[in-house]
């Protein structure tokens, strides 16, 4: 049974919605930086103040007491593998450690290390250091260095996490400083202030191999939870737009980090909130007590529960005094689970635990409200739906929204605007309306068919120019991206972009491994209207792949999807092995030997539909060429 009302505009009285309470248990001197709880009732809390100090609970984090404090304030992080074992990092690459459940603390230091900071430590032998990896199997007694090797793509490594003792988890961020044309993976959305490629590091400590994979290029990951060895959440800040405000952003994987989406995405300003106010500068911890109920924090007062896996997630509406509801804002806060308990360390000193969870489903939250989003004829992903304000959950790939765990009563239900639509114009981006503007909804059984439908009000432009030689004659067949769209220049060199949307901001970019072009890029943002006066001037390269290019090897399509074809009359049984590889160096297909391919007639096909976008490059014997795969 359902009844709906669509309205059109009402504000709903929120002084009645059940939160949760928490319990300021203690104060410490100094800023925590870390928490890390060792088994259900023992934590530690480690502060950064002159002196460093250590704090523990032992009951759950009921009470806390200063364990001990080192006269030094460069502290950087701790790692306690059991209560007895406790390692912390200095800026000046000094390891104290403590094998007496931090009762006393001997230093040292290693070798060539002159600074260190994220330390994580299985047990008490095997670990590893931040600045690349610093690996040991015997307590620091001797170590080695895993380190990515590039001159132009540094690589940031973090948040360090061991599934077990040969596999380690940590979030990479990479700062690819080629040419545009060269990123990988390339630069397919619009570009928004600080956006990096963050992707998920594998690495076996014993073999040194490792996988990166992508998780997406945005402003900054705070904090990464393993929950199992499929299920993993990483929180932070997206959409980055004016003095370091963004998008409260978590993403999940459940197939070990190998592909991502974005579970929440939202600006959390007033408008989001019906006058409620939440600071807009993303999360900065998530944790997880199960495959169901977690908690996510965020810069001056926010705290965020799920109780479906991170599915949706309900924003705490009366924050404790000290976190955010009204006596103190704090800049950090961090969040672990004690056993079953939460606790809460805040900037000010802080240390709250949960008293009251009144927001957990119980026996009665039975029943789901489903709906989806239309743009037209299709379903549109990536949409924050608000249910009673402050839970809130996005759109999947086809548009449909969820939620579960409710109870006989009434709800309403939104669909939001995910990016800042407040008052300064600079900032202002709000691409759809969606109609209606909410719904009432009377719950007495699993309903759905509350549909949404997104009014269009984007504007778009043209973007034009030409690539000539540098001789001035027009070049052809270049092929260009900005965004999602691509374009390749006609007989004259002239490219075009009709459809740009304005208020964004892109960079054009053409590819060619022969040609270099000036300026490898331009950076556009069309506010009033076209812009026809994009030029680049390209001139040759001197490279294997441009003398490869006076070769017989012809690839098709390029650029590719599903397969390339080989042509070439030269081809012969038992020449060599075809090798692709891309743009890090990497050989990606490996095929020992050309009789390997199907021949038809002069053509040879390769499967490349599990490859990413990018550019690769083809080896067959000592010819060599390059091709494009496009998703």
């Keep these: 049974m359902k009844a709906l009302i669509p309205i059109f505009l009402m504000f709903v009285a929120l002084e009645g919605y059940s939160q949760n309470v928490w319990e300021n248990v203690y104060t410490t001197f100094g800023t925590p930086i870390k928490i890390e709880c060792v088994n259900s009732e023992t934590c530690f809390i480690l502060t950064k103040a002159l002196p460093t100090r250590i704090y523990k609970t032992t009951d759950v984090g009921k009470s806390w007491e200063l364990l001990n404090s080192i006269n030094n304030n460069t502290v ?91 596999m380690l988890y940590a979030i990479v961020r990479i700062f690819d400083q080629r040419e545009p044309q060269y990123q990988v993976p390339p630069i397919d959305k619009p570009r928004i202030t600080d956006h990096v490629n963050h992707s998920l590091m594998k690495l076996n400590i014993n073999t040194l191999e490792y996988e ?26 997206s959409h980055e737009i004016s003095g370091g405000s963004g998008n409260d952003a ?53 705290i965020i529960y799920t109780y479906d896996g991170g599915e949706s997630w309900t924003y705490e509406s009366k924050l404790p005094p000290k976190l955010g509801g009204g006596e103190s804002k704090p800049a950090t806060m961090l969040i672990r689970y004690a056993g079953t308990n939460p606790i809460i360390a805040a900037f000010n000193g802080s240390i709250h635990r949960l008293q009251e969870d009144n927001l957990a489903p119980g026996p009665e939250h039975k029943y ?28 999947d790939n086809d548009g449909y929204y969820r939620f579960e765990n409710l109870k006989v009563g009434t709800y309403q239900v939104r669909a939001l605007n995910k990016y800042y639509d407040g008052g300064n114009p600079t900032y202002y981006y709000k691409p759809f309306d969606y109609t209606p503007l909410e719904y009432t909804i009377e719950l007495t059984s699993d309903t759905t068919g509350f549909d949404f439908n997104a ?65 490898s ?78 021949d038809v007639g002069h053509l040879q096909r390769i499967d490349v539909s599990h490859l990413p976008t990018g550019l690769y490059f083809v080896s067959v014997g000592q010819v060599f060429d390059k091709f494009m795969v496009i998703r």
């Excluded at 060619?512 to 072009?517: G, P, R, Y």
């Design 250 to 302: 978590i993403y999940k994987s459940t197939d070990a980090g190998k592909t991502w989406r974005r579970v929440l995405d939202l600006y959390t300003d007033k408008t989001k909130y019906q006058g409620h106010f939440y600071s807009p500068f993303g999360l900065q911890s998530i944790a997880f007590k199960d495959s169901l109920t977690g908690i996510a924090v965020g810069q001056f007062g926010k």
């Design 521 to 598: 890029s331009h950076r556009i943002n069309l506010i009033t209207g076209d812009t026809t006066d994009l030029l680049f001037t390209a001139t040759p390269t001197t490279s294997v792949w441009e003398i490869a290019n006076s070769s017989s090897l012809i690839l098709h399509p390029n650029p590719a999807s599903e397969y390339i074809e080989i042509i070439s009359p030269s081809f012969k049984r038992g020449s060599g092995g075809v090798k692709i590889y891309n743009t890090l160096g990497e050989c990606v297909i490996e095929l020992p030997d050309i009789q390997h391919l199907e």
């Design 368 to 395: 789901s409200i489903t709906g989806r989003v239309w743009e037209g004829d299709k379903g549109q992903s990536g949409i924050p739906i608000s249910l009673d304000t402050f839970r809130v959950t996005m759109t």
């Design 455 to 519: 009014e269009d009000l984007r504007t778009f432009y043209k973007a034009e120019g030409y690539i000539f030689d540098d001789k001035g004659l027009g070049v052809p067949d270049i092929f260009l991206r900005t965004g999602s769209s691509t374009t390749t220049t006609d007989e004259s060199g002239r490219f075009e972009f009709p459809k740009i949307e304005s208020r964004l901001t892109f960079d054009v970019i053409p590819y060619s491994e022969e040609l270099a072009f000036s300026p």
């Design 76 to 166: 950087e992080d701790m790692s306690c593998p059991d209560s007895a074992n406790i390692f912390l990092t200095f800026f000046d690459g000094t390891i104290y450690k403590s094998k007496n459940k931090g009762e006393n603390f001997e230093s040292f230091k290693l070798e060539g290390i002159n600074h260190s900071k994220n330390i994580t430590m299985y047990d008490t032998n095997i670990g590893v250091l931040h600045n690349g990896w610093y690996i040991t199997h015997d307590g620091w007694k001797t170590f080695q260095l895993f380190k990515i090797a590039t001159d132009v793509i540094t690589y940031d490594y973090l948040y360090p996490h061991f599934l077990n003792d040969s």
């Design 212 to 237: 990166l994979f992508y998780i997406d290029h945005l402003s900054g990951i705070r904090d990464f939870f393993v929950l199992d060895e499929q299920n993993v959440f990483v929180c932070g800040k």
